[in-house]
């Protein structure tokens, strides 16, 4: 399969992709299929597929005691990604993250991918869970993406984990990585930020994907401190239109981003979720165009798993 950079770079126009996330735990496959049928006709030239790691519940026991247990809610990454290669014949970034995996088991996970021709992925740290405070790794897991980028590097070159193994097969991922232009909640400072996302890039990250922004000049200004401060990769602007009112509070509070006064001030004239949708809707063909414009290699869009508003968007972009 090709691999990202190499789509960007063979490509003198501004590429399309988009991100879709695994369907709920007890949810068939088809409405995810129904979702991306209709991306198909603007040429994707690759989906990314998030990963969701388990969160923690406590179920009652007949006892009355309570018992921890671990849910998966939306289980499936791996094998979505090859149904959607099988079904569309289209290239898949399945997201990789630290939290909840040993090492091991990131290994095995990149084995299973090698072995069905996944030659990207998309290298995160992940989210503590609900019930930490703090992101805490597994013990014997990655605590950043920049170890779990060192481990993908290494299997690169064929060096698997704690044993010799003979004629070892080297993988051969492009990896990719987040980059956040309103800077990552947890780091010091902007400048911190961008210093560990150099690392990244260092380490053998090939491109960057960056967290959804509402204001353009937000993109132009980190890619712009990015190159100054020696990060060449390409820089893929990721887009998510707003689709509800309480969106407003939840995209600031999750994502850790501003929105501009002016597309709140229209969503709360808005009187049904459909015209919400609509400005939305109208605000990202205007990000969109104006990115398109300044030559981004790639508009990357954030689904959330419904694609009727990026479908109208595309229509009008590619
Ligand atoms: P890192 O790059 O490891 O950075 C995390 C924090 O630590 C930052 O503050 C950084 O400045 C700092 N830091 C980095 N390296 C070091 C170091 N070596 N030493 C000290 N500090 C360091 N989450 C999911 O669970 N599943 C997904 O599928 C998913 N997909 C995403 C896709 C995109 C495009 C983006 C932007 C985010 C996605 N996330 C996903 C969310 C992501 O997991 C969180 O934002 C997470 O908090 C940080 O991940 P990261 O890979 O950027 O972490």
């Not at 704690?162 to 947890?186: L, M, Q, S």
Request: glycine share 6%.
């Amino acid at each position: 399969m090709t691999k990202v950079v190499d789509y960007i770079n063979s490509s003198k126009e501004t590429l399309f992709s988009f991100e879709i996330l695994p369907p709920m735990k007890g949810q068939g496959i088809q409405n995810l299929f129904n979702a991306v049928e209709p991306l198909m006709e603007f040429k994707p030239k690759f989906v990314d597929v998030t990963y969701h790691r388990e969160e923690y519940m406590y179920k009652k026991r007949e006892n009355g005691l309570l018992e921890k247990v671990a849910l998966r809610k939306r289980p499936g990454t791996v094998g979505i990604c090859a149904a959607l290669m099988n079904r569309f014949h289209i290239d898949t970034v399945p997201h990789i993250i630290c939290g909840g995996f040993t090492k091991e088991e990131t290994e095995n996970a990149l084995i299973d991918l090698q072995f069905l021709g996944i030659d990207n992925v998309l290298a995160l740290r992940g989210d503590a869970i609900k019930t930490e405070a703090r992101f805490n790794p597994l013990e014997g897991g990655h605590s950043y993406a920049s170890d779990l980028i060192e481990q993908i590097n290494s299997m690169n070159k064929g060096d698997y984990l704690n044993y010799e193994v003979e004629n070892a097969f080297p993988t051969d991922f492009c990896i990719g990585v987040a980059g956040y232009p309103e800077k990552h909640f947890e780091a010091p400072n902007f400048n911190v930020d961008l210093e560990y996302l150099k690392k990244k890039v260092d380490l053998g990250a090939e491109y960057i994907v960056t967290q959804m922004f509402f204001d353009n000049k937000k993109y132009f200004e980190f890619v712009k401190k990015c190159r100054e401060i020696g990060i060449t990769v390409p820089i893929i602007p990721g887009l998510k239109p707003l689709s509800t009112m309480s969106q407003l509070t939840v995209l600031p509070s999750i994502f850790h981003i501003d929105l501009p006064c002016e597309l709140v001030a229209a969503a709360k004239a808005c009187k049904t979720t459909q015209e919400v949708r609509q400005v939305g809707v109208e605000w990202c063909i205007e990000q969109s165009k104006e990115l398109k414009q300044n030559n981004v290699p790639c508009l990357h869009y954030y689904t959330m798993g419904k694609s009727d508003n990026v479908v109208k968007i595309a229509s009008e972009i590619f």
